[in-house]
């Protein structure tokens, strides 16, 4: 799907733009509400203080109303046109009228009530919209005759309809400003918080492109965790590379050697049985030789992006399969094995390890095998011992010696202990042998937990 | 002896069936995993060599359908990628041994005649009954510790016997573990060949080594020397 597509600058963008615009939009609408009903509150407030002030100042007598005076306190019912008019009618006829409204006609038919208004927009004539509040009075004179009177106040709509259109204009240019001015802002915040990542991606094009090998600037926290496992990954192809490349290496060199002694064979001897000998004695030294280079090449390594094994598992596997291969020789086998016996290795390497060691111990042991596993707080040792005839002093050191390369290696010992010693030394750990009180070998392998 | 070959590379597919047949061992030959398992499925082996990487079903798949249906015989594996953790998981599929590629016949021919002894209860590699030998490797068999010439049909007969020392053995059971799948079997030569083995082993017929049970077959009566 394209959304899925988008760049995370792009998703951030439009959902910031989005819950910006709603934000600014509600406040505008809210804000002009409000302004809206404040205004037109306040008007009716101020056509009700003229209502007020008219009946302040009128007098009344025993005729009704007899006499307004001639300038009232507000200087606009004075001036014609003002757009703020007053009339006091009773019935149709006018009684009194405001300087302002002559010519105008505003009052209601109806009389509101007793102190009562009635508020109303009226259209006159010339399309001018007022806003008329008509307030009902009875003048109830000594002879207990009533004089109903309505006073009309009436105030331009058009003063307030355009007080009302400029806050409108305000508030949008300062919403509209402020909404551009923080989606520019949350722009420039994005490319700067995002920028680690654009370094990364620059910097592993970079690697790609073999220009560096390394993640090597100081990135953010949040980031730190994922440079930092790409580099232990990249670490650790780079090892592995070399590991490929040395054993190629390793393997072409080896190989020679049995080549040039069966090729020294075929052209000086004239025996058949002593070509069809070398032949064989050198096949399988070649195929000894694949076997142990293959093997050192599959090997994984140290890792710390690897996810925990169980030794217990592979152990126990890997003796059931013996005691299978091995049921005619009987062996005896006592085996313990600590429950967190747990290693960040990878599993392939822990088989190899585990199963040539408990292989040699059930081939050369006569009837007992012990495995011992014991968990340390940074390394696991693991114990294996038999009851055969054992390794002679002199030869220990040369078996487990690290990195020895096998065709190098003493005569006569197997391939499975050179694999193993070269697992121990790839996961940086220790391999030992000693003299096990059962009478034979005894092989420890320590390796680091982390 | 009858013995099942599953293995899809064509050149050591013939070699192994060509040596094995040379050592007097019925064979049958399986190119990959269906055909494999379909021979394991519809005959008698004593023990079956599978190769782990075959096309169709692979050998892993095979040895678990073939004990799945109740197959007990032996199974050795044979594997290329001598790694722990696909031993380990032949083994736990129901192999018996394994033997990582490239392999000196003779190892191979030395896991065969263990794996068989073994599953019929045999220690030592030479089997004795009673005053007869047979060594399965170098294919000897001595009467009171001189050798005897037996032709190849009679030594596979008595090799079958002997594994089976004490067990009453049917004709159908002896053809079939004597004859190759596409063989002509006619019941009757079994009992010329026991015929010409009881005169070899018993020459003065004071032995009385094979005993026929009417109607249900032979049995070697000799007692086994573990």
């Known amino acids: 799907m394209l959304i899925n597509k988008l760049s995370l600058s792009s998703r951030l963008l439009i959902a910031v733009s989005i819950v910006l615009t709603a934000f600014l939009g509600l406040s505008a609408f809210s804000l002009n509400n409000a302004y809206q009903a404040s205004t037109d509150s306040a008007q009716q407030k101020r056509l009700k203080n003229y209502v007020y002030t008219l009946l302040a100042s009128a007098d009344f007598g025993s005729h009704g109303l007899e006499k307004m005076p001639e300038d009232l306190s507000e200087p606009n019912f004075s001036i014609p046109n003002s757009g703020l008019y007053a009339q006091i009618t009773t019935g149709d006829e006018i009684v009194w009228q405001s300087k302002s409204s002559l010519g105008l006609f505003i009052a209601l038919p109806d009389h509101p009530g007793a102190s009562k208004e009635y508020l109303s927009t009226i259209m006159l004539n010339n399309k001018v919209k007022l806003l008329n509040l008509a307030y009902g009075i009875v003048w109830e004179n000594e002879q207990g005759k009533n004089f109903e009177y309505t006073i009309n106040v009436s105030e331009d709509l058009n003063v307030t309809n355009q007080q009302k259109a400029g806050f409108h204009r305000t508030l949008w240019y300062w919403l509209g400003g402020t909404g551009l001015i923080l989606l520019i802002a949350q722009a420039l915040i994005l490319r700067w918080s ?79 049985t002593d070509i069809k000998q070398t032949g064989h004695e050198q096949l399988d030294r070649i195929s000894a030789l694949v076997d142990y280079q293959l093997q050192r090449a599959a090997t994984e390594g140290h890792s710390s992006l690897q996810a925990p094994v169980s030794l217990g598992d592979i152990i126990t596997k890997i003796l059931l399969s013996l005691d299978k291969v091995y049921q005619s020789k009987n062996i005896r086998r006592q085996c313990e094995i600590q429950r967190d016996a747990f290693i960040h290795a990878d599993v392939g390497d822990m088989y190899e390890l585990i199963g040539n060691l408990l292989e040699n111990a059930y081939k050369y042991g006569d009837k007992r095998v012990n495995v011992l596993v014991v968990t340390r707080l940074d390394s696991i040792d693991i114990h294996i011992e038999d009851d055969g005839n054992g390794i002679p002093k002199y030869a220990r050191d040369d078996i487990i010696k690290r990195g020895k390369r096998m065709d190098t290696q003493v005569e006569g010992q197997g391939l499975g202990l050179a694999i193993a010693s070269d697992i121990v030394a790839a996961y940086q750990g220790e391999i030992k042998l000693e003299q096990s009180h059962l009478g034979g070998a005894r092989f420890i392998v320590s390796l680091p937990r982390q | 002896m009858r013995i099942l070959v599953i293995e899809d590379e064509t050149h050591l597919r013939e070699q192994i069936t060509q040596q094995l047949q040379k050592q007097n061992l019925t064979v049958d030959a399986a190119k990959d995993g269906e055909e494999g398992l379909y021979f394991g499925s519809e005959y008698a082996y004593d023990v079956a060599i599978i190769d782990l990487g075959l096309p169709k079903l692979s050998g892993i798949q ?165």
């Open chain 1, 194 to 272: 995002l920028r680690p990542l654009h370094d990364v991606a620059s910097d592993l094009h970079a690697i790609e492109s073999g220009d560096r090998t390394r993640l090597l600037k100081n990135y953010p926290t949040e980031l730190s965790q994922l440079t930092q496992n790409i580099n232990t990954l990249l670490d650790h192809e780079e090892s592995r590379r070399k590991r490929y490349k040395n054993s190629l290496a390793d393997l072409a060199h080896s190989l020679k050697t049995p080549l040039a002694v069966f090729r020294g064979e075929l052209e000086n001897s004239s025996n058949i």
């Open chain 2, 62 to 226: 095979v040895i678990q359908e073939l004990r799945l249906t109740g197959k007990e015989f032996p199974i050795l594996i044979l594997t290329a990628r001598g790694r722990w953790q696909d031993k380990v998981e032949g083994l736990e599929a129901g192999a018996d041994d394994y033997l990582v590629k490239p392999f000196h016949f003779e190892e191979l021919l030395a896991r065969i005649n263990a794996l068989a002894r073994r599953a019929s209860g045999w220690a030592n590699s030479t089997m004795r009954c009673g005053p007869i030998t047979l060594n399965p490797s170098s294919q000897e068999v001595t009467l009171n510790e001189s050798a005897i010439e037996l032709t190849a049909y009679e030594y596979r007969l008595l090799h079958y016997m002997m594994l089976h020392a004490g067990e009453v053995i049917s004709k159908t059971e002896l053809t079939d573990h004597l004859y190759e799948q596409d063989h002509d079997r006619d019941s009757n030569v079994i009992e010329v060949f026991i015929k010409r083995l009881r005169t070899k082993l018993d020459p003065d017929k004071t032995l009385n080594a094979i005993e026929t049970l009417r109607g249900r077959g032979y049995r070697l009566t000799l007692e086994r020397v573990n």
